[in-house]
């Protein structure tokens, strides 16, 4: 038995769906800079997609017609339809050693805290070191005392 034509109309539209939506879409191809900094965008894709279609029997007008109906079977009518939508939402920004997420939306806290969090653990290191530091001087200026 033959493909049913619906089944046609939905390979089609998937396959071009299929060939538009791919990870370069979302993540996108890098870019780099002249002072080596390397740049990859990421987007948001939304897509949707439908398909329907009805089977109809032609009105009959004569004996060939009916003939002619029968040997093809009832007729098909369809469609489909797609849509896409692409939105950019962030840069990843590889540069001196480090990784940063450049939001797009300037009210993503989230993504701030995430780019603060080496930051802030580099401080707190040295905020430990140094107390340590001034910890082992005192130390050392009461044994001189004594």
Do not use: C, W
């Amino acid at each position: 038995m033959a493909d049913h034509p619906i089944e046609t109309l939905m390979s089609t539209a998937m396959e071009n769906i299929k060939n538009m939506v791919d990870v370069n879409t979302i993540v996108g191809d890098p870019v780099e800079t002249k002072d080596g900094s390397v740049i990859i965008p990421v987007s948001k894709v939304n897509f949707g997609f439908g398909a329907g279609g009805a089977e109809y029997l032609l009105k009959e007008e004569s004996n060939k017609d009916k003939e002619d109906n029968k040997s093809k079977g009832p007729s098909f009518g369809g469609g489909s339809g797609a849509g896409i939508m692409l939105q950019p939402i962030a840069f990843l920004v590889v540069a001196e050693g480090q990784i940063r997420l450049l939001p797009v939306n300037n009210n993503a806290i989230v993504e701030r805290l995430i780019n603060l969090a080496p930051e802030l653990l580099e401080q707190l290191k040295g905020f430990n070191k140094q107390k340590n530091k001034v910890k082992k001087q005192e130390e050392q200026n009461e044994d001189i005392t004594l």
